[in-house]
């Protein structure tokens, strides 16, 4: 396009026809820095410094925070883990027991003699 049809086009013909700036690569001339966005990129040596920093700062947090939970694992008691196979059906054996609430009741009722001396295996009174 020459001549003629430059001036009908936006953007093209006279500056400040139509009332607008001139446009320059798709962008007014008032406009912000159109590669703003891509700034970082001068010094990308620093960026990729600093990211590295975050991850390995990040990487090394996870790490010390995984160790602490494993810490506190091995010094906590649990019964399952801790405990060999056979204990953890004897506790669940304990676990269905109960404490009988009319305790009263059988100590009324009892036919024992509460006088009695203690009763010791082995020993002849």
Not at 29 to 52: L, S
Not at 63 to 86: H, K, S, T, V, Y
Request: charged share 30%; glycine share 10%; hydrophobic share 30%.
């Amino acid at each position: 396009m020459s001549g003629p049809d430059v001036a009908k086009t936006p953007g093209g013909g006279a500056p400040g026809k139509e009332g607008k700036d001139s446009v320059t690569n798709g962008h007014a001339e008032g406009e912000a820095n159109p590669f703003a966005e891509y700034m970082w990129m001068e010094n990308e040596e620093e960026y990729n410094r600093q990211v590295e920093e975050e991850l390995l700062e990040q990487e090394f947090l996870e790490r010390c925070f995984q160790e602490m939970l494993d810490e506190e694992d091995q010094d906590w008691f649990i019964p399952a883990r801790d405990l060999p196979p056979g204990v953890g059906q004897l506790q669940q054996q304990l676990n269905g027991l109960s404490v009988n609430d009319n305790a009263d009741d059988i100590v009324r009722k009892s036919s024992l003699n509460p006088e009695a001396k203690e009763f010791v295996p082995g020993v002849k009174y």
